[in-house]
């Protein structure tokens, strides 16, 4: 920026955007807190020019943005807008793990193969231009499942409403029926013991930069197997083999983090409200609510805090097996106990950590790539420090020998965390948990 009075008024004139060969204009100018024709204070431009940028990398379109000031006198400013767009179509192939977590199957399932999902995707993450996603799923394996989902974040000409809609139906020869001593119990069969079947859609309002409202209604039927019903007659909260409901949910969501994937400053808040069964069918009624606070507060150049609160509560004296939550289960976890679950109707977590950029940089791969988006790799490594701490009230009936329900459990730990292309995060992390247990954990999301 020009040595200019911060309280000089600033006039913006044409906004030039060049590098988007698919993105249309309307989606990043929607993201602009300025426009053309308006007049700021000097500093309010250059504020906006820093956060505006942040607004456009979470939209997660782009590899790289910038936003250059062109003045054309100390009273007026253009604006050129350039970008390089992400590669959009991944037709992926599926291999991962059907158990929670990698800990889970390699220890508590003693690294069983047949345990392992495989089919293929097709991502489209940017079908029209809008940001709008396309997702296609066939996957087979332990879980066989096929899905669809569309989701367009404006529908209408203010572009302050979306669209979410989403169809999923799977089956499973091998299902978990309850816990013992917070490790799970399944049971399995040469034939199909469970099958669900889910749709949904959302409507999302965006007022404003930061914030977000969600409505959803949804749709879900499950049946199971003589075989699963008897180990468990609470596995629907009905004393039957089939269980189907509708649903409702209500959820706002605050976010002004730096970048979504690995935020190391700003805030987020998220809280919501979830009604199953309402009054159509008999088979259930459950409300649940769950509130969400995180802070990341930069201290330095180089060093963050991060801090992350949330309480769940669940209001039903039964509690269906089939949607039961608990530590273990995305998105609660406490880090140290990755190869338990701890089941109940309420859970309330802290975690924290302190991380320090130990390198980052951008590794030129192929310069004649015909695929420019992957003619580099960004890189980022990050050693921290880190304490995690929760507690779950009463255990689930279905469950046995819950020496973990009703008391404090918590980790600290050291790790390194890696972040990469396409907002791919891993954490290498060693901890010890309160009952004095160690560990060494491989996660492919951020802990905050």
Request: aromatic share 16%.
């Given at each position: 920026m020009p040595d200019i009075d911060p309280e000089t008024d600033v006039t913006i004139g044409k906004i030039y955007i060049i590098g988007n060969k698919k993105t249309r204009n309307s989606i990043i100018l929607r993201e602009l807190n300025f426009e053309e024709g308006q007049t700021l204070k000097m500093k309010d431009f250059a504020e906006s020019v820093e956060l505006d940028k942040q607004k456009l990398i979470n939209t997660r379109l782009f590899q790289t943005v910038e936003l250059v000031p062109l003045f054309l006198s100390p009273n007026n400013v253009e604006v050129l807008v350039r970008v390089q767009e992400r590669w959009y179509v991944f037709p992926a192939p599926i291999f991962k793990l059907s158990d929670r977590n990698f800990t889970e199957w390699w220890v508590n399932q003693n690294r069983d193969f047949s345990r392992v999902n495989y089919g293929a995707q097709l991502y489209h993450l940017n079908f029209s231009g809008r940001?709008?996603?396309l997702?296609?799923?066939a996957q087979f394996g332990f879980t066989k499942q096929y899905a669809f989902q569309y989701s367009i974040p404006y529908i209408n000409k203010a572009q302050t409403t979306g669209l979410n809609i989403s169809t999923s139906f799977a089956t499973n020869k091998?299902?978990?029926y309850a816990s013992d001593g917070h490790?799970?119990?399944?049971?399995?069969?040469?034939?199909?013991?469970?099958?669900?079947?889910?749709?949904?859609?959302?409507?999302t309002f965006r007022p404003s930069f930061y914030n977000r409202h969600s409505f959803s209604l949804?749709?879900?039927?499950?049946?199971?197997?003589?075989?699963?019903?008897?180990?468990?007659?609470?596995?629907?909260?009905?004393?039957a083999n089939l269980q189907e409901y509708f649903a409702f949910s209500y959820t706002y969501n605050h976010d002004n983090r730096d970048y979504v994937a690995y935020p190391l400053k700003g805030n987020k808040f998220t809280g919501s409200v979830n009604q199953l069964g309402l009054g159509i069918f008999d088979d259930i009624n459950m409300l649940t609510t769950r509130v969400e606070f995180s802070t990341y507060t930069p201290i330095g150049q180089k060093l963050s805090w991060a801090n992350s609160i949330d309480v769940y509560k669940t209001f039903t004296d039964e509690i269906p097996y089939l949607v039961r939550a608990g530590f273990g289960y995305s998105p609660n976890f406490i880090r140290g106990y990755e190869r338990y679950v701890v089941e109940s109707d309420f859970l309330t977590s802290y975690r924290t950590s302190m991380r320090f950029q130990i390198l980052k940089g951008m590794k030129q791969l192929n310069r004649r790539?015909?695929?420019?988006?992957?003619?580099?790799?960004?890189?980022?490594?990050?050693?921290?420090?880190?304490?995690?701490?929760?507690?779950?009230?009463?255990p689930l009936e279905s469950n046995s020998n819950n020496f973990y329900n009703n008391k404090w459990i918590g980790s600290v730990g050291v790790g390194v965390?890696?972040?990469?292309?396409?907002d791919f995060v891993v954490r290498f992390e060693y901890s010890m948990n309160r009952e004095g247990d160690t560990g060494f954990f491989v996660n492919f999301r951020s802990a905050l």
């Open positions: 940001n709008d996603r997702v296609l799923k091998a299902v978990s490790r799970l119990q399944f049971v399995e069969s040469e034939n199909t013991i469970r099958r669900l079947f889910s749709t949904s859609g959302t409507l949804g749709y879900s039927r499950t049946s199971i197997a003589d075989t699963v019903y008897q180990l468990n007659n609470d596995y629907f909260q009905v004393d790539s015909m695929i420019e988006q992957f003619r580099a790799l960004p890189y980022a490594f990050y050693l921290k420090v880190f304490m995690d701490t929760g507690y779950a009230g009463d965390d890696l972040v990469t292309l396409y």
